[in-house]
């Protein structure tokens, strides 16, 4: 099996992906050939079913881009069965505690750093066949990703960023505007103090921080310090072509 992952060193560069939540495997490839650093498969919130997912790691098979998977929530079977399929990221919703984030990461790893179900026939080990050099290098090919999206995440930041084997702390920026009480309000002075409570963390930490961007904001995101953007998703990408096309 050749899908890519993302080496720890390169999370300290500028890395750039975008949401996929319509669950099509055409897509998942087209985002993939076209030069994003990785994509986000999206199952909290997207189209996708498990079923799906298979599909689309195999779309992006043999590409340079890196398939990393948001599973529904903070459960062991939800990340094993990720894993098992060939993602090589997990980004996990609402984590807000370092007990949460520090769940996250032991489900994605094999005894004795972790939780993670053994398993030889698999798609991620070849079924087999490169079981042994994919569990040897199950730590190190595996991004982990949390998200920042409570008032209480936010409080905890620190602690949570310590969190060994977390590589990204991600924001949700929706999630998190409605949880501060300004929903949709990304100038609000708490937002803007979130995000740089987040941001000052894990800079001090040397640690990649995230965002779901969008084509005006990325920039500004950028130069706020955030390194690991989202930007879109192939639902507003489809659905501003289509506008666009009606309006001609």
């Known amino acids: 099996?050749?899908?890519?992952?993302?080496?720890?060193?390169?999370?300290?560069?500028?890395?750039?992906?975008?949401?996929?939540?319509?669950?099509?495997?055409?897509?998942?490839?087209?985002?993939?050939?076209?030069?994003?650093?990785?994509?986000?498969?999206?199952?909290?919130?997207?189209?996708?079913?498990?079923?799906?997912?298979?599909?689309?790691?195999?779309?992006?098979?043999?590409?340079?881009?890196?398939?990393?998977?948001?599973?529904?929530?903070?459960?062991?079977?939800?990340?094993?069965?990720?894993?098992?399929?060939?993602?090589?990221?997990?980004?996990?919703?609402?984590?807000?505690?370092?007990?949460?984030?520090?769940?996250?990461v032991a489900s994605t790893r094999y005894p004795p750093h972790g939780s993670r179900g053994v398993a030889s026939s698999t798609i991620a080990t070849g079924f087999g066949l490169s079981m042994n050099e994919y569990h040897a290098n199950a730590i190190e090919r595996t991004t982990v990703i949390v998200q920042i999206e409570t008032v209480e995440g936010v409080r905890n930041i620190d602690q949570i960023a310590a969190v060994s084997g977390v590589d990204v702390i991600f924001v949700g920026p929706l999630d998190l505007s409605y949880n501060l009480g300004c929903p949709k309000q990304y100038d609000h002075p708490d937002f803007l103090a979130a995000l740089e409570k987040i941001i000052t963390t894990c800079r001090h930490r040397e640690m990649a921080t995230g965002i779901l961007s969008n084509e005006k904001m990325a920039r500004q995101h950028l130069a706020q310090g955030f390194n690991f953007l989202a930007v879109g998703s192939d639902a507003l990408a489809a659905r501003n072509g289509l506008q666009h096309l009606r309006d001609c």
Request: hydrophobic content about 45%.
């Open 1 to 104: 099996m050749s899908i890519h992952w993302i080496e720890k060193s390169r999370l300290k560069s500028p890395l750039r992906g975008t949401f996929l939540s319509l669950g099509s495997p055409l897509l998942a490839r087209m985002a993939a050939q076209i030069g994003f650093d990785w994509i986000l498969i999206d199952l909290e919130h997207g189209a996708c079913t498990e079923a799906g997912l298979q599909n689309m790691l195999l779309a992006v098979e043999g590409t340079s881009c890196a398939p990393i998977v948001r599973v529904v929530s903070n459960d062991q079977d939800h990340i094993k069965r990720a894993l098992d399929l060939g993602a090589t990221g997990i980004m996990v919703p609402y984590v807000s505690t370092a007990e949460e984030a520090t769940r996250a």
